[in-house]
C-alpha cells in the first residue's frame, strides 16, 4: 500500500502545477468500466446477524457480476454501545472484509465500522481492500453528526466517535477514488479537494435518517456528482435504528447529476455499472473544473492523503 501526503502544492514529492489538477495518477487501466455491488443493510445491535446479512448480499453481488462491493455506513453494529462492540470485534470485522475480498476475488469497500482505539473514543472507518483480501486505503469519518432536527432526531455523534483527519484518495486499479462517509455530504469543500487530486469516483457509505433523507438526500448526491462531474455511489442504512429510522435509497449517480439505478427503503443489493468515459465525456462538454479561478480563490488542504495500489 502506497501512500503519499499532498501539502500545499506538493504531490507525493513531485511539484503540482499551479492549474486546477484532475489528470488522477499513473495507473495505467485496460479497462474504462466496473461493477460496484451497493448492499444496503438493515444493521442492528447483533454482530454476528449482520455479518450473515452482509455475506449474503455480497455473494449475490459478485453472482450479478460485481467487481467491487460496497457496505452503507457502521454495517457491522448499530446498537448503543459503539465501544463495547468495537473492543470485541476489532480483529473480527477486519479479517471478514479480509476473507470476503481473497473468497470472492473482488475489492470490498467496507463501508464504515467502528474502529477500537485503546487511549480514546473509536472511530468511523472505512477500509478499501483489493481481490486479495489487502487494505489499499483507510478513511476515518471527518465530519461529527451533531444536530438537533425540529420534529427530528438530535443526535450527538461527537460523544461517541473521534473525528478523522485525512481527506483520502485512492488510485485504484479500477479507478481514481475518494472517500467520504454520511453526513461528509454536506461539505462540497470535501468533494472538490478529492476532484481536484483525480477522483473519478467519490464512495459516500451511510446511515441517514428518514427526516433529512427525504429532504436532502438525493439533492446532495446530484448536486456533488454535478458540481465535480464525477460519480457518487451512495450505499446506506435501512430500517428503525436505535435512534432514529434509517432512509435507505441507496444510489449511483453519474457526473451528469442523472441517478443511474437506485434501491427504496427494503434491505438489498443493488449492482450497478461505472462507465469512466461517461467522466471524460462530461468533462469535455462541460469543462467547469478547469474554468476555476485560482487567481481569485483556492481550496487547499495540509492533510490529505493518497494511496496508491
Known amino acids: 500500500m502506497g501512500t503519499g501526503y499532498i501539502e500545499s502544492a506538493v504531490v507525493c514529492g513531485r511539484e503540482k502545477d499551479s492549474a486546477f489538477d484532475i489528470t488522477g495518477g499513473t495507473v495505467v487501466r485496460d479497462r474504462t468500466n466496473f461493477s460496484v455491488g451497493l448492499i444496503q443493510m438493515d444493521s442492528q445491535d447483533n454482530f454476528q446477524k449482520n455479518l450473515f446479512q452482509a455475506s449474503e448480499y455480497a455473494r449475490e453481488a459478485v453472482e450479478r457480476g460485481a467487481d467491487l462491493i460496497m457496505f452503507p455506513e457502521t454495517m457491522e453494529y448499530t446498537g448503543r454501545d459503539l465501544t463495547g462492540n468495537a473492543c470485541l470485534h476489532n480483529e473480527e470485522i477486519r479479517n471478514f472484509y479480509a476473507q470476503l475480498a481473497s473468497k470472492h476475488q473482488v475489492y470490498v469497500h467496507s463501508g464504515s465500522f467502528t474502529e477500537y482505539q485503546v487511549t480514546g473514543k473509536p472511530w ?86 428518514a427526516d433529512t433523507g427525504r429532504a436532502h438526500w438525493e439533492t446532495l448526491l446530484r448536486a456533488r456528482a454535478i458540481e465535480n462531474t464525477c460519480y457518487i455511489v451512495a450505499c446506506g442504512q435501512t430500517g428503525q435504528k436505535k435512534a432514529f429510522q434509517a432512509y435507505g435509497h441507496s444510489m449511483v449517480i453519474d457526473p451528469w447529476g442523472e441517478i443511474v439505478d437506485s434501491l427504496g427503503e427494503e434491505a438489498g443489493c443493488l449492482v450497478v455499472s461505472i462507465d469512466l468515459s461517461r467522466v471524460d465525456k462530461v468533462r469535455k462538454q462541460l469543462p467547469s473544473l478547469h474554468n476555476i479561478r485560482e487567481d481569485a480563490y483556492s481550496l487547499t488542504s495540509k492533510k490529505l492523503k493518497v494511496y496508491e495500489e
Open 124 to 209: 468511523n472507518t472505512t477500509l478499501l481492500l483489493n481481490p486479495r483480501g489487502k487494505v489499499i486505503a483507510q478513511y476515518r469519518k471527518l465530519h461529527m453528526f451533531d444536530v438537533n432536527v425540529e420534529d427530528g432526531p438530535s443526535y450527538q455523534e461527537s460523544r461517541t466517535i473521534m473525528p478523522g483527519e485525512e481527506i483520502v484518495v485512492a488510485r485504484m486499479n479500477l479507478a481514481d477514488v475518494g472517500f467520504a462517509t454520511c453526513y461528509d455530504l454536506r461539505f462540497p469543500e470535501l468533494f472538490r479537494l478529492m476532484v481536484k487530486n483525480g477522483a473519478q469516483v467519490i464512495f459516500l457509505p451511510a446511515n441517514f435518517t
